[in-house]
């Protein structure tokens, strides 16, 4: 990779080079990751409304995509595997894509007010288990498929981003009019033909009121 900064770090040995100069993780970091879901994460993903998701396709290019509902919405199904329903979006579908090229996913549960979130790595699957799938329902709407995950490790993060962000600092968030607008980035990013920033507006509304389910 040829760049107009300076000093990247593109080599395993200047990488181990640089290890060095970072130092080594206590002896708690390093022993902190378990290959099960255990009863401490089964409390906190029971108590997490929200969730990131991170996939990427068979070239490595990667995706992150946001994952919400009531509490409790992830199923734990044993010690080793999840259930993750899948709500009605924008039906590009590239998580689903991503992991039908490559399994491998990543999680990162939080919890409202808690500085501590949960990371977990392993395999994914598309599900569309009847079971599964009925126990999922909201407002009697059956979500029509999952995404079912094989864990491999299990670790707690610490709090220093979330402390850093003041991200459940209410005190610290930006004035309403301030907030970026969405159906505006919306509006220019997609360059349709005659769309305007309202309508974009107005389509987003009726999508966060009609198509929650």
């Known amino acids: 990779m040829r760049s107009k900064y300076l000093d990247i770090i593109t080599t395993k040995e200047d990488f181990a080079s640089f290890r060095e100069e970072i130092g080594q993780p206590s002896v708690r970091a390093a022993s902190k990751v378990i290959t099960f879901i255990d009863e401490h994460c089964i409390d906190f993903i029971s108590k997490s409304p929200f969730l990131t998701l991170s996939t990427s396709d068979s070239d490595g290019s ?94 707690i993060h610490c709090a220093k981003a979330l402390i850093r962000s003041e991200l459940w600092n209410r005190e610290s968030w930006l004035a309403k009019e301030a907030l970026p607008s969405a159906h505006a980035m919306l509006a220019a990013h997609a360059k349709l033909p005659n769309d305007t920033s309202e309508q974009a507006a107005k389509d987003l509304q009726d999508s966060y009121k009609n198509r929650l389910y």
């Open 62 to 155: 990667c995706d992150v995509s946001p994952r919400g509902d009531t509490p409790g919405f992830v199923t734990v199904l044993d010690e080793q595997h999840l259930f993750i329903p899948e709500r009605p979006g924008n039906k590009r579908m590239d998580s689903a894509h991503n992991i039908i090229a490559n399994p491998n996913i990543g999680l990162l549960f939080l919890i409202p007010g808690l500085g501590e979130t949960l990371r977990i790595n392993g395999k994914a699957y598309i599900c569309r288990d009847p079971e599964l799938l009925e126990k999922s329902k909201v407002k009697d709407r059956v979500p029509l498929f999952g995404i079912l995950v094989e864990a491999e490790e299990c670790f």
